[in-house]
């Protein structure tokens, strides 16, 4: 269920550090008996004994044996970057192990044109390695061990003979990551010019103020974290109809599964969820919920009304998320009961994502407003019309909903996902890799804007109470921290105020370079989460994201602890890699922890819920009983 942890904690084949020791000697050897060999072909020119011949060729035999061992690079006292190559094969298996692939090399880092013709700086390794400096590469380092291990079609470690090798090494790697991503060199002026003053903490970690981090409310004494002997078990597996496209988790009785066919039914129980039998179909009128034959499986849904509607949004266009509409599914009858269209000014729009106005709104019987996303718009909607009656669905072919406030940007932001916090604060992920912060009572301007790190993020998720965000990459996670301290010492959050020039640095959840290249050929991080709590004083405890066949956990309060061992011996923003592993032998569509409703008392958390295309899982963090 759980994978261990991948094997590569350390490089323990026959040329470890004690080998160079030995080599080292043998070359002295070697150049001892050279210089014995020259001596002694020296004096040979005046000398004819036997003696001196025998030990002539007693000299020339220890060379010759001496000399199969090294290479002229390898003897080579000015090799320029000298590394040892090690390449890991066997993957998860008993037999996995590292050996070795060059026994002495170089590596380099070269400036020339990529795939798209843009000039961008390669590692090079010996005749072995050529990788393009990304964040794809995973590198990750281990400077007690002079060591780094990274991805470039399968996984290659470098160990350096001296720690300022090694120190050298990684400095111009995030020099090189830097101009790759911003095209700009990495100098001060132009990290100032990417990230901006009050963001010092992200563009020089050493420095950064990490005080908030552990100023923040941590788990309480009673807490279970996901390490120990606790063990991932799975409570419940079953087949879910085919093509999977979303799930919907409740927190009363039901949860949803969006496939092909329709929206399937489940029972909401303390070890997962297990299905009613009970499927929604689509059809309406000969077609799919899309309004039209040729419309897609709806790809986002939303429940509403104490969780007895349900909103399903179909992207306009395959391949593109965007739609000028959603469906309203009554759960209760299994009828769509309206197609409800985007406008605004009297022009029909599309939107990119649908929330709900809060983390719990969803459980308001009364609720009949929800948040949209799109490119360049932020906004809510509401089913009721401008007096604040229900529309009439019966006299309307196609019921508009009301846009009760928002924004829509000129251009440039580039919107990609939202979520909203306990109060009906939101966060925004761009395609920039920005992240902004608005308060519950202005879309027009970000109270905060955090700058990217240069990767899109896909997906956003926010604690209850507003002090923690959670963005997702394709290669990490990035965690942010949003309290800080007001000029009166109150401490706030950054979606009610400018948050100053102490802002704490990001932490980054990463996949070691094994597990990220043994999660398969889609091995794009996505639908990263916390747990689900809807309750002031509630703290979620744990953090989750997809990965090809992986579902990745991470244990809140580890990850924010500043002492944790991970942390130690980094250059850079700090990067956890402890974590469990959910294996699956499809990729993941989506991974969930239920409503902490659902956590029983000997238990860390609520079950995590595993949807693949075909089946569906409800994984228990609480161990065997």
Same mark, same amino acid.
């Given at each position: ?276 039998? $009970?499927? &929604?179909?689509?059809?309406? /009128?000969?077609? +799919?919920?899309?309004?039209?034959? #040729?419309?897609?499986?709806? @790809?986002? %849904? ?123 604060? $939101?966060? &925004?992920?761009?395609?920039? /890799?920005?992240? +902004?912060?608005?308060?519950?009572? #202005?879309?027009?301007?970000? @109270?905060? %804007? ?176």
């Amino acid at each position: 269920m759980g994978t261990a942890q991948s094997r590569e904690d350390r490089i323990t084949d026959s040329e470890s550090d004690e080998d160079y020791e030995e080599e080292e000697e043998e070359e002295e050897q070697y150049d001892d008996a050279l210089s014995d060999h020259q001596n002694t072909q020296s004096s040979s020119s005046t000398s004819t004994s036997s003696g001196t011949q025998k030990s002539l060729d007693d000299i020339d035999a220890k060379l010759k044996s001496l000399k199969l061992k090294y290479n002229s690079q390898q003897s080579s006292p000015n090799l320029k970057n000298p590394v040892k190559l090690y390449l890991h094969i066997g993957g998860n298996t008993p037999k996995a192990k590292w050996v070795i692939s060059e026994k002495l090399t170089s590596y380099s880092f070269t400036k020339e044109n990529g795939d798209n013709d843009e000039n961008c700086w390669f590692l090079e390794v010996g005749t072995k390695v050529r990788v393009r400096v990304s964040t794809e590469m995973q590198l990750k380092m281990f400077g007690d061990q002079k060591r780094v291990d990274f991805v470039d079609k399968a996984v290659w470690a470098l160990k350096f003979l001296r720690d300022e090798e090694y120190r050298n090494f990684v400095t111009q790697f995030q020099n090189c990551l830097f101009e790759n991503v911003y095209g700009m060199e990495a100098s001060e002026e132009n990290k100032v010019k990417v990230y901006g003053k009050e963001f010092i903490g992200w563009m020089k970690p050493e420095v950064a103020d990490d005080s908030m981090w552990e100023d923040a409310d941590d788990l309480s004494s009673g807490s279970i974290p996901v390490k120990g002997n606790r063990e991932l078990m799975e409570e419940f597996e079953e087949a879910a109809n085919g093509g999977v496209q979303s799930l919907a988790l409740g927190a009363l009785d039901n949860s949803f599964l969006v496939n092909d066919l329709g929206v399937q039914v489940y029972r909401n129980f303390n070890r997962g969820i297990h299905g009613k039998g $009970i499927c &929604v179909k689509f059809d309406a /009128g000969g077609s +799919r919920i899309g309004g039209s034959p #040729s419309s897609s499986t709806p @790809k986002k %849904a939303l429940l509403m009304r104490a969780e007895t509607n349900m909103m399903l949004m179909s992207p306009e266009n395959e391949g593109k998320p965007n739609a000028t509409g959603l469906k309203q599914v009554d759960i209760e009858t299994g009828k769509i009961v309206t197609e409800w269209k985007f406008e605004k000014d009297g022009a029909d729009i599309t939107m990119r994502d649908i929330t709900n106005d809060t983390k719990g709104s969803q459980l308001d019987p009364s609720e009949s407003t929800f948040l949209g996303l799109d490119d360049n718009r932020l906004c809510q909607w509401d089913m009721r019309d401008r007096k604040g009656m229900v529309q009439n669905i019966a006299t309307s072919d196609s019921p508009v909903l009301h846009w009760t406030q928002g924004h829509q940007f000129s251009r440039g932001t580039n919107f990609q996902c939202f979520a909203s916090t306990g109060d009906g604060s $939101i966060v &925004v992920g761009s395609l920039d /890799g920005k992240i +902004r912060l608005y308060s519950k009572t #202005s879309m027009r301007q970000a @109270k905060t %804007a955090f700058p990217g790190l240069g990767s899109p993020i896909t997906h956003v998720d926010v604690t209850y109470d507003g002090k923690w965000v959670l963005g997702t990459t394709d290669t990490y996670l990035v965690l942010i921290c949003t309290l800080f301290t007001d000029k009166d010492g109150k401490p706030k959050t950054g979606f009610s105020g400018r948050m100053g020039n102490k802002i704490p640095a990001p932490r980054l959840l990463k996949l070691t370079p094994l597990d990220s290249h043994l999660a398969g050929n889609n091995n794009k991080f996505h639908g990263g989460h916390f747990s689900w709590v809807t309750e002031n004083g509630k703290q979620e405890r744990h953090l989750v994201a997809t990965v090809g066949k992986f579902s990745v956990i991470w244990d809140f309060q580890q990850v924010k602890n500043s002492a944790h061992e991970c942390y130690r011996n980094q250059q850079g923003l700090k990067s956890c890699y402890c974590y469990k592993i959910v294996l699956k032998d499809e990729s993941i569509v989506e991974s969930r922890f239920m409503h902490d409703n659902f956590a029983v008392s000997n238990s860390p958390e609520a079950p995590l819920v595993v949807a693949t295309p075909m089946k569906v899982s409800s994984i228990s963090l609480s161990g065997r009983r």
